[in-house]
RNA sequence: GCGCCUGUAGCUCAAUUGGAUAGAGCACUUGCCUACGGAGCAAGUUGUUGCAGGUUCAAUUCCUGCCAGGCGCACCA
């Protein structure tokens, strides 16, 4: 793994800025903020910074000068530096501050590539810190439902993003395995099961209205009742179908951390022990409070009912201390949008705790609205009539489900068609990156055994197209990297379109093979970067790279 | 009533979290198959960023008010 060409760039800019003393002091500020990205136009060049921009206010410059200024100063080091060997041209714009490379350094770039595959691709931007990302997390009252299946698909690719990045990531699902939802679902079970046996039974609302409980009942009666507690029955009974579902989507979890196990433990009597030894914890109206306000949420929280019994935040509390304990320094929470009100509470309790309120994100993951053809297929979960994950799944298949949940970002409605991502044509995303990959593969099959890719000269690599594709090759870190600081996989899916676009139109201009033994070489080194690449990428995602369609 | 989120092209969504002329796909129109996979490629059209103010070098992005839609407001989980 070497450093980015930018992040060396932007210490020669900062150094460039050293001779002015006001700088110094306003970059401190900004020194988060500060990063060259990739510009908006081609024009600008390949890689930007609006630094300038920034530091114009503070220095009481006009921007456009200031980056003239700056411009001229970075030439001057550059000139003494051997990344000068790398960038062609260095232009002020407008107050950005332009930086143009070398078709060497993109050739270096896709040498790496060709010689150490996905190696070359692996950032470390985490230095092995580790991170827990927990999610789904459904109570296990009944299958996964669609909303489920998008914070799989998000969340597993995060985590793969994450790895990939240097973080230690492990992958975690809450289990909700008692209180009053699971004396719910007991109580529902019970009754189905009643009821099959012929007697009248009246069904409260509130009770889980779907299929799966005359099921699970009647797999009871087929055993004589002989199940031991209907309610651990059925929990078990449940979390073996949500296992089998997750894993049909290539979803892996590391652990499932329970919440009885966690009372077992008296982990949450110890943590609410260590609140109250911090003077966080009041008791009013039989009930125990916590202090939330005191942190920065509008109202406190009860975590001890009056009848004695925790409300969901006690041991939730505790799991997050247990978290932390484990050594965890980036915990990541992915939740549905019924949730958000939950976000302060929790974040009063992770600093209550005497942790960062940012080493805890809660991403929300939206709400995806399934359709059939255009026809919206409507969803009620309280009547139990809901598509299901595994009806997703089971139409769509893997690939293309993982794709589409994926394909927006994470906090925003996503509409997902059935009939497009079925589809075998352009109009589906997924077939158009997989078919680029596929078409690569069959190129690579029918090109004659000779030298190696990796000797090709790349110089002869001249073709718009060509450089095109080397340089959209070459973005793929950059793209990572709006991931990680947006904690949201979702670019990566553009970038796959972009890539995939990006070859077909390589593809239609020029041939690879019988292009003379030079040439075809090094187009042969490209086209197998490329599939470096979109393999890479698909995986990162989680979805397969198929040779042939 | 209080709080949070959303409002961008005919449709679905972007805009690197305050940056350059607001961009893609779909749809629509018209072309390209004697070549490595046409499951592909090329060209063309689309905007008062819900409305009205404000903050500044710069606002789709931040602030205020209104309009419309969604969600939440438990000693449920």
Known sequence: MKEKISASLLR?????????????????????????????????????????????????????????????????????????????????????????????????????????GKGALRMDFGCGRKVLLEFVSANPTGPLSVAHARQAAVGDALARVLFFLGFKVRKEYYLNDEGNQIDIL??????????????????????????????????????????GDFKLYAVGHILKVIREELRDFGVHFDCWYSQKSLRKSGRIKKTLHLLERRGLLYRQEGALWFKSTQFGDDKDRVVVKSDGSYTYLAPDIAYHREKYRRGFMWLINLWGPDHHGYINRLKAAVQALGE??????????????????????????????????????????????????????????????????????????????QYAHARICSILANSPAGRSAKEADF???????????????????????????????????????????????????????????????????????????????????????????
Not at 81 to 93: D, H, P, Q, R
Not at 95 to 107: A, D, I, M, Q, T
């Open 356 to 433: 960062k309120a940012d080493s805890l994100s809660v991403i929300i993951v939206q709400l995806a609205t399934i359709f059939r053809a255009g026809q919206q297929v409507l969803m009620s979960t309280r009547r139990g009539q809901y598509i299901t994950m595994r009806e997703v799944l089971d139409e769509v298949g893997r690939d293309a489900a993982r794709f589409f949940f994926v394909m927006r970002r994470t906090d925003s409605h996503l509409d997902f068609d059935l009939e497009i991502a079925k589809k075998k044509n352009s109009d589906n995303p997924v077939y158009y990156v």
């Open 12 to 116: 020669l800019i900062v150094e460039s800025l050293s001779d002015v003393p006001e700088a110094t002091g306003a970059l401190v500020g900004l020194k988060e903020e500060l990063y060259l990205e990739l510009p908006k136009d081609s024009r600008f060049g390949d890689l930007a910074t609006n630094i300038a921009l920034r530091l114009a206010k503070p220095l009481k410059r006009s921007p456009p000068e200031l980056a003239q200024d700056l411009a001229e100063k970075i030439k001057i080091r550059l000139q003494k530096s051997n990344l000068g060997l790398y960038v062609k041209e260095v232009k002020a714009a407008g107050g950005f501050v332009n930086f143009s490379l070398r078709e060497e350094y993109f050739y270096k770039h896709l040498l790496g590539v060709v010689r150490n």
């Open 186 to 227: 007991g109580r529902s079970v019970e009754l189905r099961l009643r009821e099959l046996e012929g007697k009248e039974v009246d069904f409260p609302d509130d009770h889980y209205q779907g299929d799966y409980i005359y099921e699970i009942a009647r797999t009871i009666k087929d055993k004589g009742r002989r199940v």
């Open 459 to 549: 110089s002869l690599l001249k073709e718009a197209e060509e450089l095109a594709l080397i340089r959209k090759l070459w973005e793929l870190s950059y793209v990572l990297e709006v991931c990680l600081k947006t904690a949201d996989p979702y670019m990566l899916t553009v970038y796959l379109q972009e890539l995939a676009e990006t070859f077909h139109k390589f593809y239609d201009r020029h041939r690879v093979l019988g292009q003379g033994k030079e040439l075809t070489s090094a187009r042969l080194a490209l086209i197998s970067a490329t599939r470096t690449v979109i393999a890479t990428g698909l995986d990162l995602l989680g979805i397969s790279a198929p040779e042939k369609m």
